[in-house]
């Protein structure tokens, strides 16, 4: 498993426009080129099959040195995170959690309601329950929907 919070930019790129920047947020927080590097290139054919799950620790700001994983011939790799559709993944599977915005902004912190803008953008410009395979509506945490395939 591999999450993006473990592939987030040292806090010196993340913040240098500030801490509450809404396209830094959307565009330059998490390491795309180390996600495909250290995750993704690994898996194709020819790779080595070995999967950084983590490279960085955005509470000590500083390199994980976590150990590579071998994933097995068959195996699969789940990667998470926000904002995740967009960027050419070669997933095999995509799953998108779908909140409508008021759940969202019910559902986000509220130091972290500044963020909304950058979901927004993401909803707008990547369309991801258009691009998934699987879209689950979430506005309820305990009741999510599937709809079974990508929405119309």
């Known amino acids: 498993m591999a999450a993006t919070a473990g592939f987030l930019r040292p806090a010196s790129l993340r913040y240098e426009f500030g801490r509450q920047d809404v396209d830094a947020y959307y565009d330059g927080w998490t390491d795309i080129g180390a996600l495909w590097r250290e995750v993704f290139n690994p898996l194709d054919a020819g790779g080595s099959g070995r999967v950084l799950p983590d490279l960085w620790d955005p509470v000590t700001d500083r390199a994980t040195r976590s150990a590579y994983v071998s994933l097995p011939p068959g195996g699969v790799l789940v990667v998470h995170g926000p904002l995740l559709l967009g960027h050419w993944f070669p997933f095999d599977l995509s799953v998108h959690l779908r909140l409508s915005p008021a759940a969202l902004a019910r559902?986000?912190?509220?130091?972290?309601?500044?963020?909304?803008?950058?979901?927004?953008?993401?909803e707008a410009e990547v369309r991801p329950a258009e691009s998934a395979d699987v879209v689950v509506r979430a506005d309820g945490p305990r009741h999510p929907a599937w709809n079974g395939g990508a929405a119309s």
């Open 107 to 122: 559902r986000t912190e509220q130091d972290q309601r500044w963020t909304l803008p950058a979901f927004a953008r993401y």
